[in-house]
């Protein structure tokens, strides 16, 4: 809808999740109402949580529009259900599955939905009783399906699963929100995985001492450890999902799990301040402070997402030396039409894997397209022989074979394309335009010296 009726307008999309991020701070203020918390406690809370910066990410990126959804319907589910648990109507429960159900469909990362339900319980002090279990049943029930459904679908990405380091995901989460400096918009899996293997204990210890503190907290003071079990049980899953390959961690796996962050100064506001107007104003001043802080922050950094180039251009400054970083650059530039920029960053690519097929073909193109065709053959000719069951490599240089009138070299690659996949449908479309417009050979030759098996895949042609 919105691109029919405003074209392709950033601003308008931009816009459109900036006001979805509003409406979830209304509803994390409301729903900390409902809880009893405390007018103050929930406007810091939600005041905190809108403006941290670890949040730009979500709002500023059009294609996270699914994370604001999503986070807006389990708020609104959650509304909904600490109501249900003051008046018991069972309208106020239905709607509050119901709105669950459409935040799994927003994004299966609403699984965690239950588990909220059940802290929100302890919160209030809820009898652990039987019809408590029940009332929660058809929740489990749903966020299990669909909870199945992702670890399916992730399964069949053919890709093996990277090991996971939960401990230091934990504290660098905790240590994100808390201190937003350094955020990237993309944290590489290698990297990341090289500086959590070499700081082990140091996270290790981190992370035991928070959940200690969490224990502490459970017995002491019931407002912190709420806020802690919160965070716990919404970033859990993202502790042990490693995207395929891609990514370690992600600043918007914090959009929901923050909010129990968020919750812990605010309820240390009020267990200092309340009642001691000198310790009142002065924690005000300091969230106010902290607040105005983070907003400019978060106003800053949503510059890096104007356009691809930004957005990369802030990665590398953090991961030079990152083979996606660089190919993500290459190909901003190459939208954002500046060749030599592509090149560039192309060959850094290659500097740094040069095995990366997706690199060399891309900078072969793009050598052929700007007449350098010579280059572009003697690089597909070394990726070629470093790789030479690489059908994709195969074909780009039958290709620029073809472009340069090298008919018989093209012809034999197309061949050795398909001894690899006798199926390849470009290898077969090219082979078939070769013989009937080329003078590789004559139709009817061609027909009497084919490979009885390529020869019946080009019967219907020759």
């Given at each position: 809808?919105e691109k029919?009726i405003?074209?392709q307008?950033?601003?308008?999309?931009?816009l459109?999740n900036?006001?979805?991020h509003?409406a979830?701070?209304?509803?994390v203020?409301l729903?900390f109402?409902?809880?009893?918390?405390?007018t103050?406690v929930?406007?810091?809370?939600?005041l905190?949580?809108a403006?941290n910066?670890?949040?730009?990410?979500?709002?500023?990126w059009?294609?996270?529009?699914k994370n604001?959804l999503?986070?807006?319907?389990?708020l609104?589910?959650?509304v909904?259900y600490?109501?249900?648990t003051?008046n018991k109507?069972?309208a106020?429960y239905a709607?509050?599955?119901?709105?669950?159900?459409?935040?799994?469909?927003a994004?299966?990362?609403?699984v965690t939905f239950p588990?909220?339900?059940?802290?929100?319980?302890?919160f209030l002090?809820?009898?652990?009783?039987?019809?408590?279990?029940?009332?929660?049943a058809?929740?489990f029930?749903?966020?299990?399906?669909f909870a199945?459904v992702?670890?399916a679908v992730?399964?069949?990405?053919?890709?093996p699963?990277?090991?996971?380091y939960p401990?230091?995901?934990?504290?660098f989460?905790v240590?994100?929100f808390?201190?937003?400096f350094?955020?990237?918009a993309?944290?590489?899996?290698?990297?990341?995985?090289a500086?959590?293997?070499?700081?082990f204990?140091?996270?290790?210890?981190?992370?035991?001492?928070l959940?200690?503190l969490?224990v502490?907290?459970?017995?002491k003071?019931?407002n912190?450890?709420?806020?802690?079990?919160?965070?716990?049980v919404n970033?859990?899953?993202?502790?042990?999902?490693?995207?395929?390959?891609?990514?370690?961690?992600?600043?918007r796996?914090?959009?929901?799990?923050?909010?129990g962050l968020?919750?812990?100064?605010?309820a240390?506001?009020?267990?200092i301040?309340?009642?001691?107007?000198?310790?009142?104003a002065?924690?005000?001043?300091?969230?106010?402070?902290l607040?105005f802080?983070?907003?400019?922050q978060?106003?800053n950094r949503?510059g890096?997402?104007?356009?691809g180039?930004?957005?990369?251009?802030?990665i590398?400054?953090?991961?030079?030396?990152?083979e996606t970083?660089?190919l993500?650059m290459?190909n901003?530039?190459?939208r954002?039409?500046?060749?030599?920029?592509?090149?560039?960053?192309?060959a850094r690519?290659l500097?740094?894997?040069?095995?990366?097929?997706?690199a060399?073909?891309?900078?072969a193109?793009s050598?052929a397209?700007?007449g350098?065709?010579?280059?572009?053959?003697?690089?597909?000719?070394?990726a070629?022989?470093?790789?030479?069951a690489?059908?994709r490599?195969l074909f780009?240089?039958?290709?620029l074979y073809?472009?340069?009138?090298?008919y018989a070299l093209?012809?034999?690659?197309l061949r050795e394309i398909?001894?690899l996949?006798p199926?390849?449908p470009?290898?077969?479309?090219?082979?078939?335009?070769?013989?009937?417009?080329?003078?590789?050979c004559?139709k009817a030759?061609?027909?009497?010296?084919?490979?009885?098996?390529?020869?019946?895949?080009?019967?219907?042609?020759?």
């Open positions: 809808m029919a405003f074209g307008d950033p601003f308008v999309r931009r459109d900036l006001l979805l509003i979830n701070t209304a509803l203020f729903v109402i409902l809880l009893g918390a405390g103050g929930a406007f810091w809370t939600s905190l949580w403006v910066p670890v949040h730009t990410e979500s709002v500023a059009i294609a996270e529009r604001l999503y986070a807006f319907f389990y609104a589910a959650l909904f600490v109501r249900y003051g109507r069972p106020y709607a509050s599955l119901i709105i669950f159900l459409c935040s799994l469909f994004k299966p990362a609403a588990f909220t339900l059940l802290v929100i319980d302890i002090e809820r009898p652990a009783d039987k019809r408590l279990l029940r009332e929660k058809p929740f029930l749903l966020g299990g399906i199945a992702a670890v992730q399964a069949h990405t053919g890709q699963p990277l090991k996971p401990h230091a995901s934990f504290v989460y240590q994100n808390f201190l937003p350094g955020l990237s993309f944290y590489p899996y290698v990297e990341m995985a500086d959590f293997s070499r700081s204990f140091r996270y290790a210890l981190a992370s035991a001492a959940l200690a969490t502490w907290a459970a017995r003071h019931k912190f450890a709420f806020g802690f079990m919160l965070f716990i970033i859990f899953p993202f502790l042990f999902l490693v995207p395929a390959g891609e990514i370690m961690t992600a600043d796996y914090l959009y929901i799990a923050g909010i968020a919750f812990i100064p605010a240390f506001f009020r267990a301040a309340d009642n001691r107007p000198a310790r009142c002065l924690f005000i001043m300091l969230l106010t402070s607040a802080a983070w907003t400019l978060a106003r949503a890096i997402w104007k356009n180039q930004t957005l990369w251009a802030s590398l400054e953090r991961y030079p030396d990152n970083a660089n993500g290459a901003a530039c190459f954002g039409k500046m060749p030599a920029c592509y090149q560039d960053y192309l690519t500097r740094i894997n040069p095995y990366s097929t997706e060399v073909s891309l900078l193109i050598y397209l700007s350098k065709t010579g280059l572009a053959e003697d690089l597909l000719k070394k070629v022989a470093a790789a030479p690489n059908p490599l780009n240089l039958s290709v073809h472009r340069t009138g090298k093209a012809e034999k690659t398909l001894l996949n199926a390849h470009q290898a077969l479309n090219n082979l078939f335009w070769l013989y009937s417009h080329t003078g590789v004559g030759k061609c027909s009497d010296t084919l490979e009885p098996g390529l020869k019946r895949r080009l019967e219907k042609y020759l």
